[in-house]
């Protein structure tokens, strides 16, 4: 009996792993006269649509005087949840526009920017808007916590490339 109660021990002083969500936004090569990055705000809706956290959004931070602010509302469905009620830059949130290519997000439940999502239903949506281009937005729904380890995807078809989301309890 003395022998399990040291090891007994050291079950309940090891560190109970967070959950974790990985995403993979895909910014696709557009052959076009007149090219820009495209702005792109990345959030999670709760089931009836409110914000539930915003985990990134990339603009032009580099123009003088905030000007890179002013095209944010181009990001409609953002916008009109969340984004006109922020106030930019957003700490561990906001950034510079991305290059064509993938790019990798993780983030780790009750740490910034995803916070502590209450378990259930929920939608991650990326939202891309182009200067001289165009607008699109994809949605993944998705449960919180997860069980087992989930992968979903979806596939943008001009302004988003393929999405991925792994989230792992």
């Not at 021990?9 to 557009?30: G, Q, S």
């Not at 931070?61 to 916008?79: F, H, I, N, P, Y």
């Not at 929920?122 to 165009?134: F, P």
């Amino acid at each position: 009996m003395r022998r399990l109660l040291p090891l007994a021990l050291c079950f309940l002083a090891a560190p109970v792993a967070a959950a974790d969500m990985n995403l993979t936004v895909e910014i696709p090569t557009l052959k076009v006269a007149e090219y820009h990055r495209p702005y792109v705000a990345v959030w999670i809706e709760r089931e009836d649509h409110s914000v539930a956290a915003n985990l990134a959004v990339w603009y032009d931070v580099k123009k003088a005087s905030g000007e890179g602010t002013k095209w944010l509302k181009d990001m409609r469905q953002w916008w009109r949840r969340s984004g006109r009620d922020q106030t930019m830059p957003i700490d561990g949130v906001s950034g510079a526009t991305r290059p064509a290519g993938q790019h990798q997000l993780r983030f780790t439940d009750g740490k910034a920017p995803l916070g502590t999502l209450a378990p259930g239903h929920y939608e991650l949506i990326v939202e891309a808007a182009r200067e001289v281009g165009g607008h699109e937005t994809q949605r993944i729904a998705f449960d919180w916590p997860a069980k087992s380890p989930v992968h979903l995807s979806a596939k943008g078809t001009d302004e988003l490339g393929q999405i991925t989301l792994d989230i792992n309890p």
